[in-house]
């Protein structure tokens, strides 16, 4: 079996680490969730980094309380509140210095210093006879 080249190995190993950081932001995002009241306190959505309603909770005796334009004004801005708190930790989980992965150039050096420089390029192709 012929041996892959040593600029293939490295691009596969470089692949693999921007696999495994988009991962890890997408675990970041998916963690967020933001839950902020309405004006009132008897509305509370859930809403996560993306902007979408995951959940929407109404006091017990809310719509009793609340016409259909005052509900749907209170619901409208809990759902506002909370998606613009979704959105600022989102920046701040996102840019947050102790998350900053290591710069791809140290990486790229670790990935050519495992590789023999003296080793031989395989040849491709037809074998000789």
């Known amino acids: 079996m012929r041996e892959i080249h040593p600029n293939v ?26 839950r902020r009241p309405s ?3 008897l509305v509370i959505p859930e809403v996560d980094a993306m902007g979408r309603l995951l959940g929407l909770y109404l006091a017990p005796g809310t719509c009793a309380r609340l016409d259909n334009r005052e509900l749907a004004a209170d619901i409208m801005a809990a759902i506002t509140e909370s998606t613009e708190d979704a959105r600022r930790q989102y920046d ?7 998350n900053l992965p290591r710069p791809l150039a140290e990486v790229m050096r ?20």
């Not at 950081?21 to 933001?34: G, K, L, Q």
Request: glycine share 8%; net charge neutral; no cysteine.
């Open 92 to 98: 701040i989980a996102m840019n947050n210095t102790d």
């Open 110 to 129: 670790e990935l050519r210093a495992g590789t023999e420089p003296d080793r031989q390029v395989p040849k491709f192709g037809k074998a000789e006879q």
């Open 39 to 41: 004006p009132s306190g």
């Open 9 to 34: 190995r490295t691009a596969l190993g470089m692949a693999r680490e921007l696999r495994h950081r988009i991962a890890d932001m997408r675990e970041r995002a998916d963690e967020i969730v933001a």
